[in-house]
């Protein structure tokens, strides 16, 4: 004969649905705790797409969808992309950012020749560009895919002087897989640094 146990509903209420709305709550709380600690901690750089709507100022929000780089995260590893034509000649005010800029990479793949340059009078400054992956290349401070010349320029027209420092101590990879040149007039820092081309690209690099 089988026994059966009578499950009896008065000494087990249903739970209380505010109990359920309670612990939902909770959960959805730890769940945005720790997706916050995880972005935090993601270390993710935003890139930065040139409009250069306004003018050709770097610093200018205006010119962006997000200002790429910083005038002190020495260690900054955003990539700014150049796709559109509009005001080829770029200047990163220097006396504003205290003489020193630093970036991950400049991707280039507009069609038109660029010129990036220090566009203050009075300061003197220095860009350090201390790579990032691209193309899936780790390590990248320059990307060229395009027809038309990408120039470093040590002195700009109206502006002061700039130089160029190889910011990452693994490499300093300038890859060029268009046709045209990439031209760095700047003079180049980095004690011990390298600095490599690479990428089957027609243009040539001059320093």
């Known amino acids: 004969m089988n026994t059966f146990n009578h499950f009896n ?22 769940l945005v705790i720790i997706l916050i600690f995880l972005t935090a901690g993601s270390g993710y750089a935003a890139d930065g797409t040139w409009s250069g709507a ?14 790429p780089g910083s005038s002190s995260d020495t260690g900054n590893t955003d990539w700014a992309l150049f796709g559109v034509t509009n005001n080829a000649t770029v200047g990163i ?29 009075t300061t003197p400054g220095v860009l350090t560009l201390n790579g990032t992956t691209l193309n899936s290349v780790a390590n990248t401070i320059i990307w060229h895919r395009t027809t038309t010349t990408l120039t470093i320029q040590a002195s700009q027209s109206g502006g002061g002087t700039m130089g160029l420092a190889l910011g990452n101590a693994t490499d300093n990879i300038i890859q060029i897989t268009g046709s045209a040149n990439v031209a760095i007039s700047s003079s180049i820092s980095g004690a011990s640094k390298k600095l490599t081309l690479q990428g089957g690209g027609t243009g040539i690099l001059s320093l």
């Open 93 to 121: 005010n220097m006396n504003t950012t205290a003489g020193n800029y630093y970036l991950g990479a400049i991707d280039y793949t507009n069609a038109t020749a660029r010129n990036i340059g220090n566009s203050s009078s």
């Open 9 to 30: 509903t008065t000494d087990h209420p249903s739970p209380n649905p505010r109990h359920f709305n309670l612990i939902r709550a909770t959960a959805a709380a730890a």
């Open 54 to 67: 306004t003018s050709g100022a770097w610093l200018n929000a205006g010119n962006w969808d997000t200002v």
